[in-house]
């Protein structure tokens, strides 16, 4: 019943592409209209983990000093990640309609997880000598946290970014069900083509890698001092 | 209606509020389809759940019968330590619909190729954890084993499974629920799932989609509860007694990027 359903997009041309063949003259020739998803895929990826990555650290700020806090973010954070993606692009569309809207809301809500829990036990891992010495030499609650502790807890803080990161760019794939195109978008319209999944497919794993990639050296900037010590 | 006027936002929410009413409407009873050709919803579900289930159970059933297996034996003899740990951050960035989306275009639609991508899904934590988690047993209590003249099968099943089965369950438990999940797009490949109403949407109306929606949410939750119940109670009550870590840790456990394992 459900081969009736599904349109497979009739292509013209020699029997490779008829045949939903891997063919590279073709892929030659239509690599343009990826072009305009792919560049959606990465807006709604950067957008989300930004936007998900300012509200869990300073939610994970706001934790480390209210400590009572830590359990019900934390719980409703992985609850929030429990849900299913398609299902919660589709929950939210007759609150918030088709768009971006839709879908980065449900973006930025799998992101928070990652990058709450990462920066919370960043955070509670700052040697208790090093937070002493701190306070010692005079430095008041706020150039302890921005000078000593979060410095001390960037390799958890970025683990988190990366995880957030290359999840992201996995369900973003699947924003065209909130009408957000994306990469998904190709490879839904025509799944059965081996090009064209090649194509999508391979775009969205190289986007994952150069942002994991990125983040990566930005890691190796921000944290000098972690490159002396192999 | 002017923007701003009281009465359109209530309008909005009724509208809002009917929408879900309409969807629940869908998943308690039976209706015509839109070309009005087939009954779809309420007992229906049954069927597309049973299969959801049915579908999700035989492919991390595949993957745990690869894993467990393979994680226990390199973790005994402490081998393909970068393979096992890396397998769960190289599945992470393979997004899931590419994963499936392979297995049709290049294997083709039905039961099968749906199946194995499903599997390969599920396969990295499983790995994973069940290395890890042999690997963490204390190395007194082998070698004890071995004092005892336990040969290395006996070690692997009679010391390191038991004790690695809290762990390796924990791989199962994320396996499993990502595999519930993603069975929603099953139907791309033509294999009935609760996603179907979600798919082929022009069978079943915003109300199926929505309502299937609710379903897939309900029963994702419902599993992940159940599944983390079920992990308490496969943990040997040795393990129970020993310290545990305090409560607040136990709700922060770090995500490494070199994931050691899932909590």
């Known amino acids: ?230 | 209606m002017a923007e701003g006027h009281p009465l359109s936002a209530t309008l909005q929410l009724a509208s809002f509020v009917g929408e879900f009413a309409d969807a629940l409407d869908f998943l308690f009873h039976e209706r015509e389809s839109v070309s009005g050709q087939t009954e779809i919803g309420g007992s229906e579900l049954f069927h597309l759940t049973g299969n959801h289930l049915a579908l999700s159970a035989a492919s991390v059933g595949l993957a745990a019968l690869i894993a467990v297996p393979l994680g226990l034996v390199l973790g005994h003899y402490g081998k393909g330590e970068f393979a096992a740990i890396n397998a769960s951050n190289v599945g992470r960035a393979i997004p899931t619909l590419v994963l499936l989306a392979v297995f049709v275009a290049y294997l083709g639609i039905g039961f099968v190729p749906i199946m194995l991508s499903l599997a390969l899904l599920a396969l990295p934590p499983i790995l994973t954890n069940t290395y890890v988690g042999t690997r963490q047993v204390e190395r007194d209590s082998v070698d004890a084993a071995r004092g005892m003249g336990m040969t290395d099968a006996q070690l692997i099943s009679r010391v390191e499974l038991p004790l690695a089965l809290p762990i390796i369950f924990a791989g199962v438990r994320v396996a499993g629920i990502n595999v519930v999940a993603t069975a929603t797009i099953a139907p791309l490949g033509s294999v009935d799932s609760l996603g179907t109403p979600i798919i082929a949407a022009n069978v079943y109306g915003r109300d199926g989609r929505l309502g299937a929606a609710i379903a897939v949410t309900v029963l994702t939750l419902a599993l992940s509860a159940g599944l983390a119940a079920l992990q308490r109670a496969v943990t040997p009550r040795g393990l129970k007694l020993a310290p545990t870590r305090s409560r607040r840790h136990r709700l922060l456990t770090p995500l490494r990027r070199r994931a050691e394992a899932t909590p």
């Open chain 1, 1 to 230: 019943m459900l081969l009736a359903q599904i349109q497979f997009e009739q292509r013209k041309g020699d029997t490779c592409e008829s045949e939903n063949g891997f063919c590279p003259s073709w892929i030659g020739d239509n690599f343009e209209r990826y072009v305009d998803p792919f560049w959606q895929h990465v807006f709604l990826t950067v957008t989300a983990v930004v936007l998900g990555f300012v509200i869990a650290f300073a939610l994970a700020l706001l934790a480390h000093r209210k400590r009572w806090l830590i359990p019900p973010i934390s719980v409703t954070s992985q609850v929030l990640y429990g849900i299913p993606s398609v299902a919660l692009f589709l929950l939210l569309l007759p609150a918030t309609g088709r768009g971006n809207t839709t879908a980065l809301i449900a973006l930025v809500s799998y992101t928070l997880v990652f990058v709450f829990v990462n920066v919370s036990t960043g955070l509670d891992g700052v040697p208790e000598d090093s937070i002493d010495a701190a306070r010692g030499m005079g430095l008041t609650e706020n150039q302890l946290l921005w000078r000593v502790e979060v410095p001390l807890a960037l390799p958890e803080i970025f683990a988190g970014l990366r995880i957030a990161t290359t999840t992201t760019v996995g369900l973003a794939a699947l924003a065209f069900f909130a009408g957000a195109g994306g990469l998904g978008e190709p490879i839904y319209r025509d799944i059965g083509f081996k090009s064209n999944v090649a194509v999508a497919g391979g775009l969205c794993v190289l986007l994952a890698a150069v942002l994991d990639l990125a983040i990566l050296h930005a890691q190796r900037m921000l944290t000098p001092w972690r490159r002396a010590t192999p």
